[in-house]
């Protein structure tokens, strides 16, 4: 390839803000995940109603990948099948396996529950709002392995099977939650070079 | 019946998160799946449970699903020709 | 490209590979009626590991799905020389929902309860008691898991970062699982009938299976893992594509990797769920990648859908296909669908094999496909 890969944007969300390359563009009043979500959604002035259906987690990433991907068009011809979607995570679906489980006992099983309790759901919506249909993978580590990651994705660019990536990291268990994403491609201009160090940088700011 | 129409429209608002609809707004001949509500094929599973919940019905396979659901006029007749069964 | 050194199948058929493999080529099924698994007390069809298997086993405290994982291992690296130790040898998982079948019987969610519940935390306890040094790679994508985990492990050989990975997958019939599976209307009323006009819904099963691939061929006769690709429909979170265009992508991507062409494929080995849905748009794709007058199998009557397992269970029985010169027979076939019947063998077929097709699909809109070839 031509041009070296950089990180071309990201978008971390925690602590009721998010932030969009280091900047602050969403502050939600203190508040639960779910109250955040929606305030997030509503600055957001999309029409997406199936935003609403979703799990806690599934919320969190399609927040995350609105901001990060806004102004990129995947559904161009030969793109969204050569657009990849590597994500990590530690807690799977525990969140709604657990809403999931008490639902079962005090009632009936929820199919709209039920659905989310894969931890790579929330990747699936990710790929239906954003027209992607390339490589989509979600790895469960403890902690988020920047070095693995950034290892796996180099060598899918190495091999010539997508043009841009979107990884990153996302968690949700109860009032915990952290959405770390970064779009990934070769770019001439961009500054910051696909390394671990600057995904680790990018990570803990 | 009107009662009856009226809780269903609630269940529905409720159950399937259809945040931006109020129940007073659903028509009780409106289509509620495709164009209407919007609703999915998760959606009818969902209120498939609801019924079974709340009104004791069991809709199988065997039922006509997509035409029992179709709209809260069509729910509300099943739910009054489909007592619950005694226990 | 990776090579296939050695693998193992733990499954109610059978506690080996071969074992496996012999009863599904005579066409046993694993399915059976069973009580008491869901809680509203309905008999629901399924294949269950039997009772007491795990006995021979150190306990350790492991869980019924790390002992699965520890067994299949256990065979599979008694095969052939593996440094587990290395760090040049990395375990790979597969699994949907590890552990969950232990809420099934918790009064409640303590803590420690959340812990085992970790994927990875099951991951690193299975690896570990084989003595591995390096942090395992788990991949959780719903029902492709197992084919994912063999293209990630196929992909960790090739980048020069390893030499061995040891691939295993399992998970476990649970009550959570069940009434998911239940409250979708998405079970058979009886054992399931993949690719059949009357099919009505899964069984669910469980199983376990490993596959050590390496990236050196070993001595004499091998089967390859010459390509794969992963692919999401982009349309809905549990529906499959209505067109199977996007399987279909994954499947070129993969004949493409192995440098051939859907006229070399000698047999599919597909998802085949039994859903009026999969099934209808697995036969879609095959005919958009010219795979459609291949024999095809489905290896779900037999022994139930095993999930996260199920891509590493059944690519164990593709390559023994292909050494073993045997076409699979489709437990649970009746008659074949109408449109774009796919032709289906209900005996076994001996014939001569060289290239397998495996396929799979999941919740998440997610697909898989591995193309498996005989030197």
């Known amino acids: 390839m031509t041009h070296s890969l950089k990180l071309l944007r990201s978008c971390s969300i925690q602590n009721g803000t998010i932030q969009v390359d280091g900047t602050n563009v969403f502050a939600g009043p203190p508040a639960t995940f779910a109250a955040f979500a929606t305030a997030a959604f509503r600055a957001l002035g999309i029409e997406y109603p199936k935003f609403h259906k979703m799990d806690n987690l599934a919320k969190l990433g399609f927040l995350a990948a609105e901001h990060l991907l806004a102004g990129q068009d995947f559904r161009a011809p030969g793109l969204a099948a050569r657009t990849g979607v590597v994500l990590a995570n530690a807690t799977s679906s525990l969140d709604t396996d657990l809403r999931y489980e008490t639902q079962l006992r005090q009632r009936l099983a929820s199919p709209a529950l039920f659905v989310y309790t894969l931890p790579n759901i929330v990747v699936g919506e990710l790929c239906i709002r954003h027209g992607i249909t390339g490589e989509n993978l979600l790895f469960m580590t403890e902690r988020y392995e920047p070095a693995a990651q950034v290892a796996y994705v180099a060598n899918l660019f190495a091999k010539q099977r997508i043009d841009r990536c979107l990884g990153g990291w996302i968690d949700l268990l109860g009032q915990e939650y952290r959405a770390f994403f970064y779009l990934v491609g070769p770019s001439s201009e961009a500054a910051l070079p696909y390394t671990t160090a600057n995904v680790e940088t990018l990570f803990i700011s | 019946m009107q009662d009856l129409k009226l809780q269903l429209k609630e269940l529905l608002v409720e159950n399937l998160n259809l945040q931006d609809i109020k129940p007073e707004e659903i028509g009780d001949d409106q289509p509620i799946f495709g164009e209407g509500l919007g609703l999915d094929s998760i959606d009818a599973l969902e209120i498939i449970v609801m019924l079974q919940q709340h009104f004791g019905v069991r809709l199988t396979k065997a039922d006509n699903g997509p035409q029992v659901l179709a709209t809260v006029n069509s729910m509300a007749e099943y739910i009054t020709t489909h007592p619950q069964p005694k226990k | ?375």
């Open chain 3, 1 to 375: 490209m990776a090579y296939i050194a050695a693998h193992n199948i733990l499954s109610p058929l059978g506690a080996t590979s071969a074992a496996t493999f012999a009863a599904v080529a005579a066409g046993r099924s694993a399915v059976a009626e069973h009580a008491g698994l869901l809680p509203s007390g309905e008999l629901v069809w399924a294949a269950r590991l039997p009772a007491g298997w795990a006995q021979a086993l150190p306990a350790d405290g492991f869980s019924p799905f790390e002992l699965m994982l520890i067994a299949s291992i256990q065979d599979a690296t008694s095969q052939v020389e593996v440094a587990l130790t290395s760090e040049r040898t990395v375990f790979v998982f597969a699994t949907t929902k590890g552990n969950i079948g232990l809420l099934d019987e918790a009064a409640e969610v303590s803590p420690a309860l959340r812990g085992r519940l970790s994927l990875a935390a099951s991951a690193r306890a299975v690896a570990r008691y084989f003595g591995s040094v390096v942090v395992p790679v788990v991949v959780s994508n719903a029902c492709i898991s197992g084919v994912a985990a063999l293209l990630v492990a196929q992909r960790l050989l090739a980048s020069g970062q390893y030499d061995t990975a040891v691939v295993a997958g399992a998970d476990t019939v649970s009550q959570f699982v069940l009434t998911g599976f239940q409250a979708f209307q998405a079970l058979s009323a009886g054992p399931c009938k993949p690719f059949s006009a009357d099919r009505d819904g899964i069984n669910l099963g469980e199983a376990a299976a490993t596959i050590i691939l390496t990236a050196a061929p070993p001595d004499g006769p091998a089967v390859r893992l010459a390509g794969g690709a992963i692919s999401n429909d982009a349309n809905h979170i549990s529906g499959p594509s209505r067109t199977g265009a996007e399987l279909a992508q994954a499947i070129g991507q993969a004949l493409a990797e192995a440098e051939l062409t859907a006229a070399d494929v000698d047999f599919v080995s597909a998802h085949g769920t039994a859903t009026p849905y999969n099934d209808a748009m697995e036969a879609k794709a095959f005919a958009l990648s010219g795979v459609q007058q291949k024999p095809v199998h489905s290896a779900k009557g037999a022994l139930g859908h095993t999930l996260g397992a199920a891509g590493l269970v059944e690519s164990v029985l593709s390559v023994l296909s292909l050494t073993e010169g045997c076409l699979l027979p489709t437990a649970g076939y009746s008659q074949p669908m109408q449109l774009e019947a796919l032709p289906i063998a209900r005996t076994a077929q001996p014939a001569a094999l060289r290239v397998g097709l495996k396929t799979a699909s999941g919740f998440g809109g997610c697909n898989g496909a591995l193309i498996f070839t005989r030197l």
